[in-house]
């Protein structure tokens, strides 16, 4: 549902234990970095605000996704 996430990377989420909103919620920049750098993500999760989306979805779930972005989840 985090725009930016196809089933493709999920599953190598997956892989590395990462299957919850929250866990994405609570990355620290450190953490971005190295499953950007681990999955060579080419800076996707900045650019796609993973974090943010991740919170947000975690927090409300899709409804609240659409009040603060203005859009449907993926």
Do not use: H
């Not at 493709?8 to 499953?35: H, M, R, S």
């Not at 993973?50 to 603060?68: M, N, P, T």
């Amino acid at each position: 549902m985090i725009s930016g996430v196809g089933p493709k990377i999920e599953t190598l989420l997956n892989d590395i234990g990462i299957y919850k909103f929250e866990q994405i919620a609570a990355w620290t920049p450190g953490e971005c970095a190295w499953v950007n750098g681990s999955l060579k993500l080419g800076g996707r999760i900045e650019r796609d605000e993973w974090v943010r989306q991740a919170g947000v979805l975690a927090k409300g779930g899709i409804e609240e996704y659409e009040k603060v972005f203005g859009r449907t989840s993926r």
